[in-house]
């Protein structure tokens, strides 16, 4: 390998070509080929030595990187004046033009125009450079306190976890002298029962010193306590202290534990509370999930395709979560699905048997399909978009049918909103252009013409975003537990989504004070109000603040509701302030700026039936809730 | 481009400077010495006739030539005063100044024989003059232009490939014991043969030859090659420093008789001339009696710019031995009564004590004389502080592999990238740093805060008689935490406190040293000297003068009280990047970028070892407390381990996996401490490392030692930081271990 390098290392001069464009940009136009030649061997070889120089400042400016003034001071070794006005920026963008045959890659060097550099208020003085001690290390052990570095890398972890047996030597060799024993002697039970015992894994120990365990207590009852403010707190610790690897086995249990008693309890707050947390895990850099993955993973699961997950499954907006546990699924089948466990397929298997049973629940339906909707339009092409047309004739079997109860209702909604969300994006990449809404209802049955619908403003919106690449967009990494509100605004966005990055397209206004045309860039925060449908005084609403900061998580506070009959679900008031004015039942969470879709909305809405839940079916529902987490029988490890 | 040349006819200018103080260095041994005495003051003139000077020809040649130089830049003052001064008949200037006279500054060519020129190029061999034969010494010659003709001799471009495979498949084809040995003579020929072949303008073939050789070399010469492979052209020869020197100095092998006969045969044979004449021009083969060395010996020891140390240049005798320490009279008091009074010292102890120390403080056999260098007078706050020292080596903790040092990590936040050096006071209650914005800081880490003294205009109010004097005349208005010292012009590379605390040193890119008062904390001096930046700079440990090192490629003793060197230590093939003072201050250690580490006699100024071994630019280096021991720290990772006694590698420490910056033995030298790039601390069993040597008289007399593979025994610790690359160690008198080094998010 070196020797290539070395080899290439000979070879390195600049071309002869930029000796000419230079020439040209200092006014010399013919320039002969061969002083080119001359000319650029010269250039490469000075150009080398300053490098070889400019390393040597580097050396000794105990740094890794090479920055402008280490260049600076060698052109001064050679007495060669430093070139002047250059900032050691972190990244100087090279540009790429071509043109009359010849490339050329240059920076741009901008016209500064100095009353702007005047007129700009001063950046924020630099912190002072100031000195802190703390303890490496304490006769030989190194404490763990946040200013060293986690005890075990994650690399470390891994090699912990995968390949338990490497990690101890001794073990190993023994391994080898067994097995060559093994070969001479004609007892292979023997063998298999000394194998066996060998195989055992080194038990590992996660001792907690009084501050973790005090760290312990306190962040897990943050988590899950009555403060917001807390809770954030605590969930960006998990998500960013490096050393919580000896603490891991203590969340996961938490986690896991927590979400079986509160789904029997149907708390769905405290769900909620702790599918964050699951997402904090996963956000840490320095943890190594692998080993907990068989409590996580159920858990998750859980909280996807429960039957019930709330105490009102007609009020309390339980889809929500189902989504936001979708979305975490899919990312850690992204992240630690391998060849060996499989995690994905096996998911994929469960979550489309329960969709192909027809007794299903509309509760795990929904979980089901939303849960395989997130693993991507692969998934999405071969096993949502066969079953349309049954899906399709199901929900029309309910919203046409006679009316069963409000609670199937409801769930067969979500379940259309969510087949169309996600089917439309899918498909409007994989039809051909001409959208007939009968080709559709051929196709796809019940759910076509709606399909089609969606599909062209899928493909407009993808026409518009090509249109305004350059335009702001607003970038929010946090997973969008409330927005299935952007229903139609996303489907124009290219290539697979990930389940955690969302773009919001500027010509996308939610809620937004004024109406604003598609063109006009949305407002750094927009607010979305998510509710459930109520009949009681008592529920409550949630307000999701998405501000444009990428880190900050959706910052959700509870609002109770002051009316006590229907609810709207999210309040569009074009001109006035979001408000809780109950003035029309919209039964969806979509909020789009675009006049034509608004007003079809609204149309759809008003056509649809808005009956009021009652208690009976409500008391019926509860009867037949699930009574354990169903989907952690089914769950890896 | 003109520009460039200027740099060149500079850098030119510089060579010729550096030969006159390089000269003044090691011949003129009587001016010094009586200079270094009148300097410090009280020390006795006892010092001053330890040599004679004019008495060996050999000076008396040298002195000539520097006279001639004099003479040759119109120095005549100077020359004079040095004619003088050694004691020479005044006619030894005259008859020959007269025909080299003429010839200017612009260093053109004149060596037309003469016994003048002749005696100039002696000069200017780098190597340590003194301990070179002074057969070889004529043929270096001191311009470029006659360094570089010696290559235009002609052969056939076209057979240098042929002559190098036919000598690789010859040493392929040796024994096995011979051809390790043989194969040492491969980067050599092929660096000289590729440079033949640029200079004689064959630029295809100088191509060919290197892309087809070039793979074979040893890896640790690939910084060597990326820069040969640069240079394709004639004309990139004259400004290359790299290249001069492995012109001008030959490239040294050690190879065993048998080997080298065998060599000779086989050229003789095939009648090689082209090779034979590089070996014979360009190369020194030290040969020696005795087995063949192995491919890991000969690895141990290679990868210097310049080859392997001669064995003569290592066999000067170094005292290594520790100076006798000052008999204080105020004897140690019990640990119950110093906590009461400090200015009653009981008398009665007295005498009982006097006789232990005496008994402890026997002069060591191998120590220098005690007035060999002269040493500044101990003030009676500097024996204050020696007690303090005593008193707090008794709660010393004894180190040792079961006992590991507690080691608390000083961060610097908000450096942005900009922290360059650090040093810590002898008692750690100061912290100092240099950043590369020029500034240098100065904390305090103990409660007890910075002040300035008053102004002058108050301090004539302050009351003289008073016992606390000292303390009245500080300012108690400026009390605070840190302070920063304004004054270079570019990154502060080199930092280092004077150990009575009055005074701090930095060394700077504009090739600047600055001598800073933490008094007034304002500059008292700047010593120029070094044109080009200087990397590093050390106080001595008993204060007064000190070393410093830079891109010039000598390092310079200094006196705090004169702005000229005393000493220029010349002879590294490139930048001196770290200096290091002796415990007995008779010696400096420096690392260059040569890979080599070379000591220093402080007295005669010659170079008394040459240390090679490391792969990369040496960057730490620290003496082990009991004088015997030397470790360095270079870019490849590797700790190494030197008997300075016998100037031999002694250990190898592998571990870091990346630059190391900084070395550190602990008080009593049972554990060696060291920081790395890689952000981490390591911590080494030193005892272990030095007893387990087998030092028997046959390893003592060739050098050829047995380095066992035990880096993972020795190493003790290793603590990461949280990507804080660690610049700077330093043992507590109690042997805590103090680490520093910037935040780098």
Not at chain 2, 369 to 383: C, V
Not at chain 2, 462 to 475: F, G, H, P, W
Request: proline letters at 6%; one cysteine or more; a neutral charge.
């Amino acid at each position: 390998m070196a020797e290539e390098r070395r080899q290439k290392q000979c070879s390195v001069s600049l071309p002869t070509e930029s000796m000419k464009a230079m020439a040209e940009s200092v006014g010399v136009g013919q320039l002969q080929e061969e002083s080119c030649v001359a000319l650029s061997e010269e250039v490469s070889y000075r150009i080398k030595e300053i490098a070889q120089d400019a390393l040597k400042f580097m050396h000794h400016g105990k740094r890794r990187k090479l920055t402008t003034s280490d260049i600076d001071n060698a052109l001064k070794l050679k007495n060669v004046e430093p070139l002047y006005g250059f900032q050691s920026q972190e990244f100087i963008p090279f540009r790429f033009a071509s043109g009359g045959g010849r490339e050329l890659h240059f920076y741009e060097e901008k016209e500064v125009d100095l009353s702007d550099i005047i007129n700009t208020p001063l950046p924020r003085v630099p912190l002072d450079v100031s000195l802190k001690a703390h303890w490496l290390s304490i006769e030989g052990v190194q404490p763990s306190i946040p200013e060293n570095p986690p005890p075990a890398s994650k690399e470390q972890q891994k090699a912990e976890s995968t390949e338990p047996l490497k990690v101890v030597k001794p073990g190993q060799e023994e391994k080898g002298a067994i097995q060559g024993k093994g070969q001479s002697t004609p007892a292979p039970d023997n063998k298999g029962k000394e194998k066996g015992l060998i195989r055992l894994k080194p038990r590992s120990t996660h001792e907690l010193s009084v501050e973790q365990q005090l760290y312990y207590k306190e962040i897990t009852e943050a988590c899950v306590g009555s403060c917001e403010a807390k809770r954030a707190e605590a969930l960006q610790s998990i998500a960013t202290d490096p050393g919580l690897y000896q603490m891991l086995p203590r969340f996961s249990t938490f986690i896991s534990e927590g979400v079986r008693v509160n789904v029997v309890q149907n708390n769905l707050a405290l769900l909620i509370y702790l599918m964050r947390m699951v997402k904090a895990l996963m956000d840490n850099p320095t943890l190594y999930l692998e080993k907990y993955l068989h409590e996580l993973i159920p858990a998750v699961v859980t909280c996807i395709v429960s039957k019930q997950l709330c105490l009102r499954p007609d009020v309390d907006n339980h889809w929500a979560l189902r989504d936001f546990a979708a979305r975490l699924m899919a990312q850690s089948c992204k992240t630690f699905s391998t060849t060996t466990n499989n995690i994905q397929s096996r998911i994929t298997k469960t979550l489309t048997k329960s969709l192909l049973d027809d007794k299903t629940q509309w509760t795990t339906r929904y979980g089901s399909i939303a849960g395989l909707a997130e693993l991507g339009p692969d998934v999405i092409k071969t096993l949502i978009l066969p079953r349309l047309t049954v899906e399709g004739a199901r929900i029309k079997a309910v919203m046409e049918g006679p009316v069963v109860s409000n609670i199937d209702k409801i769930g067969a909604e979500h379940v259309q909103s969510l087949l169309l969300k996600h089917c439309a994006s899918v498909i409007a990449k994989i039809r051909p252009q001409p959208d007939i809404a009968e080709q559709y209802r051929t196709d796809y049955g019940y759910l076509g013409p709606m399909l089609c619908s969606h599909v062209m403003k899928a493909r407009t919106q993808a026409a518009l975003q090509a249109q305004q690449v350059n335009r702001t967009t607003l970038t929010i990494t946090q997973p969008r537990s409330t927005l299935s509100v952007s229903q139609s605004g996303l489907s124009g966005s290219g290539g697979p989504r990930t389940p955690s990055i969302i773009k919001v397209p500027s010509s996308l206004t939610l809620m937004s004070p004024r109406p604003g045309t598609p063109s006009q860039p949305s407002p750094p925060a927009t607010k979305y109000i998510v509710m459930g449908t109520s009949s009681g005084a008592a529920s409550t609403q949630q307000v999701i603040t998405l501000s444009s900061s990428q880190s900050a998580s959706p910052v959700t506070s509870t609002v109770p509701s002051a009316t006590s009959t229907l609810q709207p679900l999210v309040k569009l008031e074009p001109g006035g302030g979001p408000g809780l004015t109950a003035s029309r039942p919209l039964q969806k969470y979509i909020v789009v700026s675009l006049p034509s879709s608004a007003s079809s909305l609204e149309s759809k809405s008003s056509v649809l039936p808005t009956s009021i839940s009652s208690a009976p079916v409500d008391g019926g529902i509860k009867l037949e809730r699930s009574e354990s987490p169903a989907a952690s029988t089914q769950s890896p490890h | 481009m003109a520009a460039v040349q200027g740099g060149m006819v500079d850098a030119k200018d510089e060579a010729d400077i550096k030969t006159e103080p390089a000269s003044d260095g090691f011949g003129n041994n009587h001016a010094n010495d009586s200079r270094l005495l009148s300097e410090s003051p009280g020390s006795s003139a006892a010092a001053g006739n330890s040599k004679p000077a004019a008495g060996a020809p050999e000076d008396q040649q040298t002195l000539l030539a520097v006279l001639q130089f004099l003479r040759k830049n119109k120095l005549s003052e100077s020359a004079e005063i040095l004619r003088r001064e050694a004691g020479l008949p005044e006619e030894v200037l005259d008859p020959k100044g007269a025909d080299s006279a003429g010839s200017g500054l612009g260093g053109s060519a004149d060596v037309d024989g003469g016994d003048a020129s002749a005696l100039l190029s002696r000069v200017t061999v780098p190597a340590p003059g003194g301990a070179k034969a002074p057969t070889k010494a004529g043929e270096d010659q001191p311009d470029v232009n006659v360094v570089l003709s010696a290559y235009s001799q002609q052969g056939d471009p076209a057979l240098y490939q042929v002559y190098y495979n036919g000598l690789k498949k010859f040493i392929e084809s040796v024994l096995d014991c011979h051809r390790a040995e043989l194969s040492q003579v491969f980067y050599p020929l092929f660096v000289h043969m590729y440079l033949e072949l640029v200079y004689n303008n064959h630029e295809s073939e100088a191509k060919a030859f290197f892309e087809r050789f070039s793979g074979d070399q040893e890896c640790y010469y690939e910084d060597d090659l990326r820069i040969l492979s640069g240079l394709t052209k004639k004309e990139h020869m004259r400004g290359n420093e790299t290249l001069l020197d492995f012109r001008t100095s030959k490239f040294v092998l050690r190879i065993s008789r048998d080997s080298y006969q065998l060599l000779k045969r086989h050229l003789q044979e095939r009648q090689n001339n082209q090779i034979w004449n590089i070996i014979q021009e360009h190369l020194y083969i030290d040969i020696f009696d005795g087995m063949p060395r192995s491919k890991s010996q000969i690895d141990a020891m290679s990868g210097s710019l310049a080859g392997e140390a001669k064995r003569e240049a290592n066999k000067a005798k170094v005292y290594y031995g520790l100076l006798k320490e000052p008999e204080i009279e105020l004897p140690l008091d019990d640990e119950d009564e110093e906590a009461e009074n400090e200015e009653g010292k009981p008398k009665k102890k007295k005498p009982k004590k006097d006789s232990a120390g005496s008994k402890s403080k026997k002069q060591d056999p191998n120590a220098p004389s005690q007035t060999r260098i002269p040493l500044p007078e101990l003030k009676d706050s500097d024996k204050l502080d020696k007690i303090m020292y005593m008193k707090e080596s008794t709660k010393r903790i004894r180190l040792g592999p079961d006992n590991l040092p507690s080691i608390c990590f000083y961060t610097f936040l908000n450096a942005y990238q900009g922290l360059t050096a650090v040093d810590v006071t002898d008692d750690s209650s100061l912290i100092a740093g240099g950043f590369a914005d020029s500034t240098v800081r100065v904390w305090s880490v103990t409660p007890k805060k910075l002040r300035k003294v008053k102004t002058a205009a108050d301090l004539n109010l302050i009351d003289k008689e008073s016992d606390d004097v000292l303390e009245r005349i500080m300012d108690d208005k400026t009390a605070s935490e840190s302070k920063c010292l304004y004054g270079h012009t570019g990154p502060v590379y080199g930092i280092s406190f004077s150990p009575d605390r009055n005074y701090l040193l930095s060394s700077s890119e504009d090739g600047s040293v600055r001598l800073w008062s933490l008094l007034t904390f304002t500059c008292l001096v700047g010593y120029k000297g070094h044109n080009y930046p200087v990397w590093d700079t050390q106080f001595s440990p008993y204060g007064y003068y000190f070393v410093s090192g830079g891109h010039d490629r000598v390092a310079r003793l200094w006196a705090t009280d004169h702005h000229q060197p005393l000493r220029i230590f010349a002879g590294h093939l490139a930048d001196v990047t770290c200096s290091r003072f002796h415990p007995n201050a008779n010696y400096v250690a420096t690392g260059s970028s040569d890979r080599a580490i070379r000591l220093w006699d402080v007295l005669t100024g010659n170079c008394v070892r040459i240390l090679t071994g490391h792969k990369g630019p040496v960057h730490a280096l620290a003496f082990s407390p009991n004088g015997k021991f030397l470790a360095s720290g270079a870019t490849d990772g590797r700790v190494l381990l030197w008997d300075i006694g016998h100037g031999l590698m002694v250990g190898e420490l592998k571990g870091h996996t990346d630059t190391i910056y900084s070395l550190r033995f602990s008080r009593d030298g049972e554990i060696l401490a060291s920081g790395s790039m890689d952000n981490t601390v390591r911590l080494w069993d030193a005892t272990k490392a030095f007893d387990d040597l087998e030092t028997d008289d046959f390893t003592a007399a060739t050098g050829h030692i047995h380095l066992q593979d035990n880096s993972q025994e020795l190493l003790l610790g290793t603590y990461m930081t949280k990507s804080t690359p660690v610049i700077h160690l330093h043992f507590t008198r109690r042997n805590l271990l103090l680490a520093a080094g910037a935040y780098n998010p």
